[in-house]
């Protein structure tokens, strides 16, 4: 079975950026210690771009039921609410998607 790819994007008004920005740098510790225990989880990265105003959560998962975890985890929608009163907003719904093919990096002798 493919890996499932989970993509959830917050955007904001440029004046926001910032202060959501660290938020999302803040959001680690908290975060970290619950997601890196759920069961299927391969790779997981926050990031953030500035030209658009936006911030991703991109992880990566060994099939949907795992990536689905997130959809109840307390900590991430207590965060989301913050986010929230701080004037940000994430597209709905969170995106799931089924690898269809994947690369990586070729091997150097």
Known sequence: MPPVVRVSI???APDRFADIRQMMIDADEVLRPGVEAMP???DFYAGDDETTSSLTNVSVWV???SAKQ???FQPM???GKEFVAKG???ER???NYTTLWQLQ???KD
Do not use: S, W
């Open 93 to 95: 719904p969170v995106m």
């Open 105 to 107: 990096p070729v091997a």
């Open 40 to 42: 299927g989880l391969l």
């Open 70 to 72: 997130l959809d109840h």
């Open 88 to 90: 940000a907003t994430f």
């Open 63 to 65: 099939d949907l039921e």
């Open 10 to 12: 917050i955007r904001c």
């Open 77 to 79: 929608l207590d965060l």
